[in-house]
């Protein structure tokens, strides 16, 4: 398995870089979030990452070797040692673990939302996989509810390596996409016409499946200031609180620290869960991604209050359908059941085609590729959106992720000006969609998906938003 470095950061103990990459390598493995015999990223690519010299990452590199951390093999690189100079983990025990796409047409619009490079991804690599294994006969049978122990060990592997998840392969669950993962953890925590708090704005999906089981919503509110307002939880009696602190989707910003610690306070006093959708988490282009919310519960303690979702159809192709669950021990079985209720076991051919993506370093190499792709987009959506809009559009979004969020304040409603954009095969979402309830603001705003959009295409497709803009406020000042 190759490492993707994820949420690696220079630690603060140390004097000088090396003693500070030092100290964050070596917990990675001693906590034993980097695996055994898992392969470290080249010296090259991490002082790339880390933008620091790449003879420190030599020298650091060096010294983990000489301390055992670390194997050298001549021409194939460094991998974490079988056997570490410590003989316990100060982390959590891991447990081995035992036992071409169509494109609809909202997806071929400019700005669509939520889609990424398809063009991108590695179809011959990936057909040549679902190919191989649709041939084994013993797989065409029923399997594992839970789904085959062979990827939810790699599934494990992969988001401890990269997030900074603890867990064992037996508290993963593989489900169709997120969206079933997010209904299993509803069901699970807060059951049929229970409370549960839901971001607002927030994703329209879960929303639709909080109506769809008749519970009660209590909205935490989002301001593009400020952030997420948690007092909504104090006098709450929810059992669960679904939140994407990664990349708080449609705001695009990230939860700091000293609110996810109050909502794991709040969980943890209150008896209840955090769902926590680890959405776009992948991709961040300012700064190294942050660790898991699940990761920060588990060292204070508190991992068993949050359910870690993660989802495959923004980092590959949205067809795909699979996603996955972290859950504590107490709810395995439970969300086993729900599970099987809702739709039952996974395609065998395409868990068996991912495992070894996943294994043999795949998809960690295309995520490291649409990475650089993504915020090459990212780039010029923003110096598109400058040019031709000035100060009139402000992009309040993070860079990372697959779409920004833009606001203005003339007068020119949103609903209205995203029916014109239609007309013109270009997607853009209206905020107000993703609230819960109406809300009254000053101001306007909308999302704009790139992971799918072309390079070339990105400034002409601004550019004719931007006389859609212009001519709409010209019709609203003649009529006033």
Request: charged share 20%; hydrophobic share 35%; net charge neutral.
């Amino acid at each position: 398995m190759i490492i993707d470095i994820g949420d690696l950061t220079l630690t603060k103990q140390g004097h000088t870089k090396q003693e500070k990459l030092f100290n964050a390598i070596r917990n990675k493995i001693v906590s034993g979030l980097w695996k055994s015999s898992a392969k470290l990223p080249s010296t090259r690519e991490l002082a790339t990452r880390l933008a620091i010299g790449r003879n420190t990452v030599v020298a650091t590199y060096e010294q983990l070797v000489a301390e055992g951390y670390i194997k050298s093999q001549v021409g194939s690189g460094f991998y974490v040692a079988v056997n570490l100079p410590e003989q316990f983990y100060v982390g959590e025990n891991i447990k081995p673990d035992q036992n071409g796409f169509p494109v609809n047409e909202t997806m071929k619009r400019g700005f669509a939302p939520g889609v990424p490079d398809l063009e991108e991804f590695p179809v011959k690599r990936w057909s040549k996989l679902v190919h191989q294994h649709g041939q084994r006969r013993s797989y065409l049978g029923y399997s594992n509810i839970q789904g085959l122990s062979s990827l939810r060990n790699a599934i494990a592997n992969y988001i401890s390596s990269s997030r900074s998840v603890y867990c064992s392969p037996d508290q993963v669950i593989i489900t169709h996409g997120a969206q079933q993962a997010i209904s299993t953890a509803l069901l699970a925590t807060a059951s049929y016409g229970g409370e549960v708090a839901f971001e607002d704005p927030g994703y329209t999906s879960v929303r639709s499946v909080i109506e769809l089981f008749n519970m009660k919503n209590t909205p935490v509110k989002i301001d593009k200031d400020s952030g997420w307002n948690l007092t909504s939880l104090t006098d709450s009696e929810a059992k669960a609180v679904y939140v994407t602190p990664s990349n708080q989707y449609p705001l695009g910003m990230t939860m700091p620290v000293t609110q996810r610690l109050e909502l794991v306070e709040w969980a943890s006093g209150k008896n209840s869960f955090i769902i926590e959708d680890d959405y776009d988490s992948e991709f961040q282009f300012a700064h190294q991604p942050y660790p898991s919310l699940q990761g920060l519960a588990h060292e204070y303690g508190y991992s068993d209050n949050v359910i870690y979702i993660g989802s495959l159809s923004k980092i590959m192709f949205n067809s795909i359908r699979l996603g996955y669950m972290v859950v504590p021990s107490s709810l395995i079985t439970k969300c086993c059941q729900i599970k099987q209720a809702m739709g039952g076991e996974l395609a065998t051919t395409y868990q068996l085609a991912l495992t070894q993506f996943l294994t043999e370093g795949h998809l960690q190499r295309h995520i490291r590729k649409m990475r650089r792709l993504y915020q090459e987009k990212h780039q010029m959506i923003i110096n598109s959106l400058n040019y031709h809009f000035g100060a009139d559009i402000k992009v309040i979004s993070q860079p990372a992720g697959l779409h920004v969020t833009i606001i203005w304040e003339k007068d020119i409603a949103e609903s209205t000006w995203s029916e014109h954009a239609k007309n013109h095969m270009i997607t853009l979402k209206p905020l107000s969609e993703y609230e819960s309830y109406p809300t009254q603001r000053s101001w306007k705003g909308a999302i704009l998906g790139f992971g799918n959009a072309e390079l070339e295409n990105i400034d002409e497709n601004i550019a004719d938003l931007a006389r859609l803009f212009y001519r709409l406020d010209a019709n609203s000042s003649a009529s006033s």
